[in-house]
């Protein structure tokens, strides 16, 4: 089943429902910046985002810096941002 990019109007509404949360690449994915006290605070959290990437079968691109992880969320099957991205990020919040 093919996935749809969101409309821009889309992205949108969607985007104010997560909490600091940023367009990134023109509009093509979401961005946060997450920080942690340490760095195992920050592996801990990217350990709990891996399965839940597993078990949605939908991966972030992402960087860890010691107490900073940073996570794009785009649909490279889509062309750009997706319901799965939004999806992706609120269970990321739920965290």
Known sequence: ???EKLTRSEAES???ELDGWDFARNGDAIRKVFKFSDFSA???FMNRV???AE??????EWSNVYN???ITLTT???GGLSQRDVKMAKAIEAL
Do not use: F, N, R, S
Request: glycine content about 4%.
């Open 1 to 3: 089943m093919a996935v």
């Open 14 to 16: 969607a985007l104010v």
């Open 42 to 44: 920050a592996w801990g």
């Open 50 to 52: 891996a399965l839940i």
């Open 55 to 60: 078990k949605q079968d939908h991966h972030p």
């Open 68 to 70: 900073t992880v940073d």
């Open 76 to 78: 490279h099957d889509a």
